[in-house]
């Protein structure tokens, strides 16, 4: 990973100093309840943003998350209403992931396919995405089956079970991501996707995995979003910016090839944070939208000043050694 | 083929049937056929242009052919994409690399292996560093890719490419950046893999080089195969006239000799980047001199550099004056003017009309208190879209819905336009322009040089740098290695100084160099 704690150092210290903060001017920052909604409202934007980290792997990005997990919640009223019991959750269930996996394959297809730049096609299908849920649910209404998000949101103590697993996942997919084949394929494909083709891999399935795993992760985190309103809304998915500002802070690299499953989730942990701690101030929200502007520039400046230093370092150095064949069309 | 040598009975491991390959209107193969034994080396020569890159493209599965065949081994290649051909047993070493230069040298050695010779994960430095000793490279696996010179990378490509075992290995020009050492090492690794039984289809312009170590030699000329010849008998002068004698179909301009004492107005002393140099030239008033080479010595980025786009040391001066190469205003402000060859993406505007093409650099010129009258624009360009014969419906047309030939004469127009214009670089000035554009560019290129202007083209094409060029420098690996004068100049004699750059005449840069 070489580089790559710095973003999880500079997260978990983030972290850290909001909360201490917020203990010192409320007492209310660190009790049981407030830590235990506190992880329970990050869970959305953190396995979203598990998605959103994907598709910048492979040098992408999905903007259409946010409409999909509205999309998801909408769905959801329909199919798992409080008077779907027994065995009818199942195929409720899988109606939720299915529309997920359907808006992956259509924003893979449109950009692989196509060859549109994924972010105009996932803004073509957030668009698309907006307008159905709206259609199928004009305004807030459909009660989604308690029984069936509680179970989501069970915790041990202070801690969700669900956060649990969202912390081993990201602890197994940074493993798999730095010491497997296929997680160094992956990278690979998104650090270069032409030497990747000449080397005989596959970079279409690649990312065409990519972008339906990151609208099946949007699907997910629409289960937690529905837990959290439990009403069919059209309205209340806005996640699309922040899970890239997650992923983003979390070490990924916009241009593919980087980044790192638990700094996106301390990263997404963090940016809850700060709307939650804010309210306890009485600062209004806007605070949290610019604090998080500039932390997200502040983080990539700091992120890349190594390569930017390797970089002049290196012009430096080949200056006066080999000329080179490089650069030029092959006659 | 016009002749064909018998050879042992060895069995074939590669063999292309009547390959053909247009990409839009330009035919780069027609119906050719090669084809590679166990355990030879099979050189394929030919001009920039000729063909040899599509070739192996369709060989390695990354080119589809419109017509023809692939057999590599006994069988039928028959999906085109570069994982079947691995398959199949093909080997290829990149003229650009296949390198991920994210990924440290250790990652990429890994990616490079079919995965049943990958060892497990957690030994892979091991692995890679025990793997660059069997292939006696100095190269340390931990470190980052992106960090080796441009002679490891090349040496790295083509030991990835013997790592997959191939039958057949494709090397497309592997000694552009290796000095003669490394050429020999280069030879040393491949010779040992063809004793093995593998066979080889080794695609460079440097005839002496290849001719040492092959077997049979193809020459393509203008996508078509030339004939196939034992290169222990066929004479490198035997195989330039097969590689030159295109048809003349343009005229070029009159040139009128240059005066003895012609001031100059370009003057580089050292200038040295990243692929090339260190160069000193200098270029008279009236002057045109052109850069030959086969692509990818370094001509594009010591324009480049030259223009302020890249960086580079050593000294330039325009007129006695050196000028500021930091960034693209800096040449621009001294008189220098590059027309890149990329035209659309950067030479012009696409979608803006021509007039707005033609006149983006002189605005301030023509406009009076921040405000462009469109008379002033039209009055400006009008007699130049006329003396350099664009055709077009209007001047407020886009320049995108134009023809090449006439996107390039839009081009031109700002030079014309800019009264201070001193040195002009071209690259590749007539590239996919068609014949009828061509003198008119080349007369405007020569009455901007009449009127003092020293031009620097830089042209794949050696028939055009004959006819338009007072004198020709040709580039290998990054260096100035011959200079032709205006009363030898010549397709034959250019094609002869490309093909017959050895590695040690590198070294000779400072007797061939301009004064």
Redesign the interface.
């Known amino acids: 990973m070489r580089r790559g704690f710095l973003p999880l150092v500079l997260m978990t210290a983030l972290i850290v100093a909001l909360g201490a903060y917020a203990e010192v001017h409320s007492s209310v920052f660190l009790s049981k309840s407030n830590l235990n909604s506190l992880l329970l409202q990050s869970m959305p934007l953190i396995i979203v943003s598990f998605g959103q980290a994907v598709a910048l792997l492979v040098g992408g990005f999905d903007v259409s998350v946010a409409a999909l997990m509205t999309m998801c919640v909408v769905v959801a009223s329909f199919t798992l209403t409080p008077t779907t019991t027994g065995l009818a959750i199942i195929p409720g269930v899988l109606a939720v992931v299915g529309v997920g996996i359907g808006a992956g394959v259509c924003n893979a297809f449109l950009i692989r396919v196509l060859q549109l730049p994924s972010i105009v096609a996932t803004l073509g299908t957030l668009s698309v995405l907006e307008g159905l849920s709206l259609l199928l649910r004009g305004y807030p209404q459909g009660p989604i089956n308690t029984n069936v998000t509680g179970k989501l949101v069970t915790s041990v103590g202070f801690l969700p079970v669900a956060f649990i697993g969202v912390v081993i996942l990201a602890t197994l997919a940074d493993g798999w991501l730095y010491r497997s084949r296929a997680g160094l394929a992956l990278r690979g494909v998104g650090l270069d996707a032409r030497s990747s083709r000449r080397l005989g891999m596959s970079t279409s399935l690649v990312v065409v995995l990519a972008f339906v795993v990151c609208s099946l992760m949007a699907a997910f985190a629409g289960f937690y979003l529905a837990a959290e309103v439990q009403v069919g809304s059209p309205i209340i998915g806005n996640q699309a910016l922040e899970s890239i500002a997650a992923a983003v802070l979390g070490g990924a690299s916009l241009a593919g090839g980087k980044g790192s499953f638990v700094g996106t989730l301390l990263a997404a942990f963090f940016l809850t944070e700060i709307n939650n701690v804010l309210p306890l101030f009485q600062e209004p929200a806007e605070y949290a939208d610019m604090t998080i502007g500039v932390l997200i520039l502040l983080a990539l400046v700091l992120y890349q000043a190594p390569e930017l230093v390797e970089r002049l370092r290196s012009v430096r150095r080949r200056v006066g050694t080999t000329p080179d064949a490089h650069g030029e069309a092959p006659a | 083929m016009t002749t064909s040598i018998p050879g042992p009975e060895l069995p074939q491991v590669l063999s292309v049937r009547g390959a053909s390959k247009a990409f839009g209107a330009v035919q780069a193969l027609s119906n050719v056929s090669v084809d590679c034994r166990a355990g030879e080396i099979h050189a394929l020569v030919g ?4 063909g ?2 599509t070739l192996l493209g369709i060989a390695s599965g ?1 080119v589809a052919p419109d017509e023809g065949s692939v057999q590599i081994g006994q069988q039928a290649l028959t999906r085109h994409t ?2 079947a051909a ?2 199949l047993g093909v080997g ?1 070493a ?10 440290s040298v250790a ?1 990429n050695i ?3 292996v079919p ?1 049943d010779a ?1 060892p497990r ?2 030994r892979m430095e091991q692995w890679a560093a025990e793997t660059l000793a069997t292939f006696k490279l100095d190269i340390s696996a931990s470190a980052a890719a ?2 080796l ?3 490891d ?2 040496l790295l490509e083509v030991a ?1 490419a013997l790592l997959t075992r191939p039958k057949v290995l494709l090397l ?2 592997p000694t ?2 290796l ?1 003669p050492d490394a050429v020999e090492q280069l030879h040393t690794l491949v010779l040992e893999r063809v004793q093995s039984g593998v066979g080889v289809l080794y695609v460079s312009h440097r005839l002496p080089e290849v001719l040492a170590v092959a077997d049979r030699v193809t020459v393509l000329r203008d996508g078509v195969g030339q004939g196939t010849f034992d290169a222990a008998t066929v004479s490198e002068d035997a195989l330039v006239a097969l590689m030159i004698g295109r048809p003349l179909t343009v005229a070029f301009p009159e040139r009128d000799p240059l005066p003895e004492q012609a001031r100059v107005l370009l003057e580089l002393t050292g200038l ?6 260190p160069v000193d030239l200098v270029v008279r008033k009236g002057e045109i001199l052109g850069i030959a080479g ?8 010591f324009l480049r550099a030259l223009a302020g786009i890249e ?3 050593g000294g330039a001066s325009c007129d006695g004056v050196q000028f500021d190469r930091r960034s693209p205003a800096g040449p621009l402000r001294a008189g220098v003017v590059l027309l890149s060859g990329d035209r659309r993406g950067e030479a012009l505007f696409p979608v803006l009309s021509v007039r707005a093409n033609a006149t983006i650099q002189v605005l301030r010129r023509l406009g009076r208190g921040g405000i462009v009258p469109r008379a002033a624009e039209r009055n400006a360009i009008s007699s130049l879209v006329e003396r350099l014969r664009v055709r077009m419906a209007s001047t407020e047309q886009p320049v995108q819905s134009l023809s090449g030939g006439n996107q390039q004469k839009v081009s031109l127009i700002r030079p014309f336009l800019r009264g201070d214009v001193k040195v002009i670089l071209a690259e590749e000035p007539t590239q996919g322009v068609d014949v009828g554009a061509r003198f008119d560019i080349y007369e405007a290129l020569r009455a901007k040089a009449d009127e003092g202007v020293a031009t620097v083209v830089k042209s ?1 094409d050696p028939i055009e740098l004959a006819g338009i060029c007072d004198r020709v420098v040709v580039m290998s ?3 100035i290695v011959q200079e032709i004068p205006r009363h030898e100049l010549g397709e034959r004699r250019i094609v002869e100084a490309i093909v017959g750059s050895r590695a040690s005449v590198a070294d000779k840069t400072a007797e061939a160099s301009a004064p």
């Open positions: 001009e920039n242009g000729s040899k890159s990354s570069p994982a691995r398959r290829i990149y003229q650009d690399y296949s390198h991920v230069l994210g990924l990652e890994y990616l490079a995965s990958r994960y957690g992106a960090s010179s441009l002679a990378r090349q990835k497309d020009e552009t950046a000095g040295q980047g990243d692929r090339f140099g086969a692509e990818g010595n370094g001509q594009v980025p960086p580079a040391t794949s690996r990054g260096r």
